[in-house]
């Protein structure tokens, strides 16, 4: 019976002292609300202070390789002033530049880390196939696209740049080269850039332009019997008039390139100038000279006799001519030679 009593008293004093301890432990921690930050995915829960980070870790159900890394510490206890946890994976790379190519191990880093520890120049205009600011995966590779030549010229000057895989209006865009509506691109906005391509802008402007033109006089032609055949006469001064014109002029990078007519206006009509021919046929007072192996007789119609015989040369530019001739009765008649 003693035994059996002192076996009581031992089991009653130490379920005092682990309730003690539990109490004890129980009244040093505190419930508090903390982050996972994991490769940019946040997660929210409630946990115990004093527990340890791995412990809270694996309770949220977030694994932890054997390279892994936590901030704070993975075997560091949760204290009231711990806000986020932040896991660090581990992540073997391959960096790759043209004939460069490098391979480089890192916790936590991004694909900018990656590229720097690699020790390979990242260029103006390079273009990486990864976002610079993203993390960085185990067995990621990293595929560096180098810069594209080109030039631009525009407003007299010509300009060298190096970019990356871009189109040609998101490369002006970038040089800060604004297109007016009407300005001429040698390539189209929409095609990708190439190496040792060479951009062109024309600046493209129009104005009014109004200049003062001369209006050329006709020529008319009249006839005038008192003056001889053959012989003319200017009766009336040619005067040139004047017109204002209006037009739309094209001008690419200052120079004229065409020109449209808008309206026109005369301000001077023209006076025509004034021919007269003559028409007169002159008489001649020597006698004719008949035509070599003419015969009147031979020519004179019964019952008259030629009075006279006119000749008249080339009068068709043949060489012909012919003769006018002159009845004793008062007819006449024409015989060509």
Known sequence: MKTKAMIRSVCAIMLACLFAVSFAACAGSKTVTVTVNDMGTATELETQT??????????????????DETEPAADTALTEDTKTITVKRYAKVTVVKGSEKKEVELVGGTVEDAVKKSGITLSDGDQPDQDLKAYLKDGMTVTITQGLKVSITVDGSTKEVTTGGVTVKELLDKEGVKLGKDDICSEKLDAAVTDGMKITIKRVTFKEVT??????YETEEEYDSSLSSGESKVTQ?????????????KYEDGKEKSR??????????????????????????????????????????????VVKKTPYYNCDGSGHGFYEILYSDGTSGVETF
């Open 50 to 67: 004093g527990l340890k980070i791995s412990e809270i870790l694996k309770e949220a159900e977030i694994g932890l390789g054997d390279k």
């Open 237 to 249: 001064e040619g005067v040139e008039g004047e017109k204002e014109v209006t037009y739309k002029v």
């Open 260 to 305: 449209e007519k808008v309206s026109e206006k005369v301000t001077k009509e023209a006076v025509n100038e004034v021919v007269a021919y003559g028409t007169k046929e002159e008489i001649s007072d020597e006698p004719e000279q008949p035509a070599e192996n003419y015969s009147p007789q031979e020519e004179e119609p019964a019952g008259k006799t």
């Open 211 to 216: 200049e003062k033109e001369k209006i050329d």
